[in-house]
């Protein structure tokens, strides 16, 4: 049996979702069940302390299939694109809720649906090369990004931003991404595989109970009013008040010493 669209395997604490499905890692039916399945099963591990997603390819992923779309443009089968649509969304959506911080490698083009998939990580590394580029392309095609393409991009740049690149279909590469805030490190091209695994142990390393607490309050908290955000955050600092990260954490300082922190993932 050939090997599925998507690999999963664990490194220590970092669980390695990996795309590896020829010739673009195109994000086709098979593609979003694969990645599906391959959350879930990181995403119960309890030794998973962090996600690193990466490509097998020269690229990261060129988007949608656009053979599926067109089967459903030739057959109005709206009812078919719309259950497709909802799945990619929560899929995506998962990997934005998971409470372990999630690292993308971006070493190629990451185009469509394969920039949607890595806007919804919460840590973003690209090769630094002129020759790759990010973004949403679709108003070209007279479509428009709509796994929360439209949504994580404004809320990152900000509406008029977000709107100047999308109504054009404006791609960009790594260095103007970075300048944006859409990518969070810059590396050169032959070092990303090593730094991005790096990063990620690096994160695995950490209080994860605290890490899961700041994500849910950026994730759930920047949708709410200051008030709302506000009582996240307190129930948050409660919560964690009697964690042993934060107790380790806290020990660890006054003793002068590095930190020995659990393995607990806490919720988000």
Request: glycine content about 12%; some cysteine.
């Amino acid at each position: 049996m050939p090997p599925g669209p998507v690999t999963v395997e664990r490194r220590g604490g970092v669980g390695i979702l990996t795309l590896a499905s020829p010739p673009a890692n195109a994000l086709d039916l098979l593609m979003v069940e694969a990645l599906a399945a391959a959350i879930e099963t990181l995403g119960a591990d309890p030794d998973v302390r962090v996600l690193l997603v990466r490509s097998a390819l020269r690229l990261f992923a060129a988007g949608a299939d656009l053979a599926t779309v067109e089967g459903f443009m030739a057959a109005d089968d709206r009812e078919s694109f719309a259950a497709y649509l909802r799945q990619v969304n929560a899929t995506f959506d998962r990997f934005e809720a998971l409470p372990q911080p999630v690292v993308v490698a971006l070493g190629g083009h990451a185009l469509g649906g394969g920039f949607e998939l890595a806007l919804a990580c919460d840590l973003r590394l690209a090769a630094d090369s002129p020759g790759i580029k990010l973004g949403l392309p679709e108003a070209r095609l007279g479509l428009l990004p709509a796994a929360g393409g439209t949504q994580r991009l404004g809320r990152l740049v900000g509406r008029s931003r977000a709107f100047a690149l999308l109504v054009p279909g404006r791609t960009l590469t790594p260095r103007e991404a970075f300048d944006l805030g859409l990518v969070h490190r810059l590396v050169p091209a032959d070092e990303l595989g090593a730094e991005s695994l790096a990063e990620a142990e690096r994160l695995a390393d950490g209080p994860a109970e605290a890490y899961a607490a700041i994500k849910r309050c950026l994730v759930r908290g920047l949708d709410r009013n200051l008030a709302g955000g506000q009582a996240l955050e307190f129930e948050a600092a409660m919560r964690l008040l009697r964690s042993p990260d934060a107790r380790e954490g806290v020990a660890a300082f006054r003793e002068r010493r590095a930190p020995r922190f659990g393995r607990g993932a806490g919720d988000a």
